[in-house]
């Protein structure tokens, strides 16, 4: 998906709000701000969103030190995910491990980053959202897909989300599952460490996508991932950094997310904070 | 008041609003964008935001040719205010022409901007915010400095507002009162034209402040609007624009607005959306 004007505004919102989270140095917040100011003029160099984003936070890195700046952030998450965990396992229960729910947890766990951990009643908020069905949603395909398939991608997105995803893994039939994540820190994205945290190893092979961008970035992720990524029978690309870097990509890419941005509703085709399951399909 | 690091990012959104209000060409689009980047990252050469302002528009101005870009939405906004006017006789016929409705009014209208005008129900929406009390309000000094004013000087913001302002002014004791008005047109600020559009020209002598800045920036102003606020006995200054460029000042000076935004709440010490009438004495 192209940057859009949009964009560009947000991503100098995001920049301040990262710069305020590692260092109260107003003079440091500044500096951040003229640098990321300057990156924005060129924006066009950049091929997408997440390839944008990614030059914001090293900023941020380079002018702070701080190379996980959302390292508290990611651990209050995982820990508000993990007390969440028993919860989605009865709720999935109720379900009778019916698969359209089970995606359905693993979009809701999207929800992360939309700040809904910081409300007081974690677990009612939670249960709203799951009761909120897909707008888009490409189930049948799936199923499809699902009978002959022997392996799956999973794409993971934000820490804490990952709980959410262990719970859909769960449900999937037994095949294979691998689950790529970032190769290094950036935003409140999982990387192997926090993967193993959200109990991932358990039920998928965790890999390194061996992009660093908030968002897969496939002709920056290492071979063997591409490896993967090409001979997946299935692939489920999570939330909207791995959106925009795969929009154009076509295949066995189912994308799972709420659509928590306008431009990104926009592109979808949807109202904004709809949930969506959708087929990229060939 | 300073520019804050969190003008930035907002100023930014605001240009490409704008730009999208005056042009569907996304290559202009873009390239406002770019000029309001740059200027952007020299913001520290700016007095305060609506110095920095004015800048931003004038990019637009200067890459569309467009001099007035709100213009519609600035007679929208006077048809609805124009057609609202009988109902706040009313209003201020029931509350017995205190100076505190009075005020409070006009402190109403500086909702114009945040788009009240856009809602179905504009009455009834006007009808709950008058309702809502000042937290800020320094009626005490204002009454007290009445008694022996020989002259008001009220600075005017959106257009539309300036409905409300004839009301308050309608309310006041019979002293002359002169409404100054940007010298150019600059978002939906009021210029003379909206001024008398108004009806303002019926209870004050409407003067130019000679600044087309989206505040008063006292040292652009020009000679005659500079006396009249040195000699004026009571000034009234509406709105957040007019607070940032003057809120270093002292004197009879009170600022009369909603605080729609957190760094101006924050200024001011108040909850956002709060109305504030404070008084800047020495």
Redesign the interface.
């Known amino acids: 998906m192209e940057i859009t004007?949009?964009c560009?505004?947000?991503m100098?919102?995001q920049a301040?709000e990262s710069s305020r989270m590692v260092t109260n140095d107003?003079d440091k917040?500044?500096k951040i701000?003229?640098e990321a100011?300057?990156v924005?003029?060129n924006f066009k160099l950049y091929r997408n969103s997440p390839d944008l984003a990614r030059k914001i936070h090293q900023i941020i890195k380079n002018l702070t030190g701080v190379a996980d700046s959302y390292y508290e952030i990611k651990r209050r998450d995982l820990k508000a995910a993990n007390e969440l965990y028993p919860f989605l396992k009865e709720f999935m229960k109720k379900q009778e491990g019916n698969i359209y729910w089970a995606l359905k947890t693993a979009a809701t766990g999207n929800n992360i980053d939309a700040a809904i951990y910081q409300t007081i009643d974690v677990k009612n908020c939670v249960e709203r959202e799951l009761e909120k069905e897909f707008s888009i949603c490409d189930l049948n395909i799936f199923e499809q897909k699902l009978k002959t398939a022997s392996n799956i991608l999973i794409i993971g997105d934000n820490t804490g989300e990952t709980v959410f995803d262990k719970i859909l893994i769960e449900n999937l039939p037994e095949i294979p599952v691998v689950y790529g994540v970032r190769s290094a820190p950036i935003l409140n994205d999982t990387t192997e460490k926090e993967a193993y945290e959200s109990g991932l190893g358990e039920v998928s092979t965790i890999i390194s996508t061996g992009c660093n961008a908030p968002g897969t970035i496939l002709e920056d992720c290492n071979e063997k991932f591409i490896d993967i990524f090409n001979e997946a029978d299935i692939i489920i690309s999570k939330g909207q950094g791995n959106f925009e870097a795969l929009s154009e990509r076509q295949g066995n890419l189912f994308f799972l997310l709420k659509a928590k941005c306008p431009m990104i509703a926009n592109k979808l085709n949807v109202n904004l904070n709809d949930y969506v399951f959708k087929y990229n399909g060939d």
Chains 1, 2 share one sequence.
């Open positions: 004007l949009d560009i505004p947000c100098l919102k301040l107003i917040q500044e701000m003229e100011l300057s924005l003029l």
